[in-house]
């Protein structure tokens, strides 16, 4: 059996679980690509995700220990499986793997071609390992789950994160009036990437600045969420990813709330590549560590303050 180096939790838990070690190199089976991983990325509280341990959506069955994390890679087609016809062999792809399966913190990973696509030709690996699960995020939280149409006003609670940084960008490309709330070292930042007004959390409260709002993008969750009914006109919608929203407040204020968990779609990272390949959107990179270094990279999810993704350089 071939080996590669990844990194591997042996034991639900939390960044302490994961090593650095030798593990078996996946084959492709039946309509999957085998992918050389380049760079991958990982997301805040993904470790306590249930179907990051299970075989199933729902967190249910067996475990499936020993695990690999960060789900979101860029890489190159390094073989195929049966039936495969595309991408072929040597191609760079990126894409964005159902938690149900291993991740991409590793030499290589096997998945389905179907989820792949072309990775932007603009920028690197590790700038193309930072799109694929924050930005499908922001897209099916605008384009999917709010509808959002040009003109609309929308609030960003999170702007400067993995996932905030392309809801802010995406939603001023598509013609909406952007806020966004960060902290107080990060408001020039958010105005850069397309945010008309930055209101610093810490300090401020962003019901003081903003009401009649069309559509509120909850990154945050908790006592901020619950405040952002207020900012919402009647017949607005507020979409969460942090924590599901109360559908009884919802109600008392005649708003819509949705949460919602990423999904895989090629076509929309087709489309999101051709932005970023056009300039209109740019992936944020706070920092990249080598594979060896990923549980620092966990640790620093559950502590520091940062702007954008942590990617992992995984190869050359
Ligand atoms: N449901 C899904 O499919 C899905 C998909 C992706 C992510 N998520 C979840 O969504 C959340 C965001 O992910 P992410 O990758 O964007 O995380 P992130 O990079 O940590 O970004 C979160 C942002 O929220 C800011 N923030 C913290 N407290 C705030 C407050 N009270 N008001 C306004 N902003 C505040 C942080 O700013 P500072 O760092 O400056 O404090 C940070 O910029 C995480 O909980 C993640 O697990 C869910």
Request: hydrophobic letters at 45%; glycine letters at 10%.
């Amino acid at each position: 059996m071939s080996t590669m180096h990844a990194v591997r939790a042996h034991a639900r838990g939390g960044p302490e679980q994961l090593v650095y070690e030798q593990a078996p190199r996946p084959e492709p089976g039946p309509g999957e690509v085998l992918v050389a991983v380049k760079a991958a990325s990982m997301t805040p509280d993904e470790l306590t995700w249930p179907e990051t341990w299970t075989y199933t959506a729902d967190g249910t069955g067996p475990e499936r220990t020993p695990v690999i994390p960060s789900h979101e890679f860029s890489g190159v087609v390094a073989a195929t499986g049966e039936g495969v016809r595309s991408p072929a062999e040597g191609e760079a792809v990126y894409g964005l793997i159902p938690f149900v399966h291993d991740g991409a913190a590793a030499e290589y990973v096997a998945l389905p071609a179907a989820l792949v696509a072309a990775k932007p030709s603009t920028v690197d690996h590790e700038h193309a390992a930072a799109i694929p699960l924050a930005a499908l995020s922001a897209w099916q939280a605008l384009v999917v789950h709010a509808g959002l149409q040009p003109g609309q006003h929308v609030l960003v609670q999170g702007g400067a994160g993995g996932v905030g940084s392309y809801v802010v960008q995406l939603a001023a490309g598509l013609g909406a009036r952007v806020s966004a709330t960060a902290s107080a070292a990060d408001l020039d930042f958010v105005r850069g990437l397309g945010a008309e007004q930055v209101i610093d959390y810490a300090n401020q409260r962003f019901e003081d600045h903003v009401r009649d709002v069309d559509v509120v993008v909850d990154l945050v969750g908790g006592a901020t969420q619950t405040r952002s009914f207020a900012v919402l006109k009647p017949g607005g919608v507020l979409v969460a990813i942090a924590a599901p929203p109360d559908q009884q407040e919802a109600a008392r204020h005649g708003v819509r709330a949705v949460f919602f968990i990423v999904e895989p779609d090629p076509q929309a990272l087709r489309a999101i590549a051709g932005l970023v390949d056009d300039g209109r959107v740019r992936p944020v990179v706070d920092r990249v560590l080598p594979l060896a270094e990923t549980r620092a990279g966990y640790e620093a999810l559950e502590k520091g303050k940062r702007r954008g993704k942590i990617v992992i350089h995984v190869a050359d």
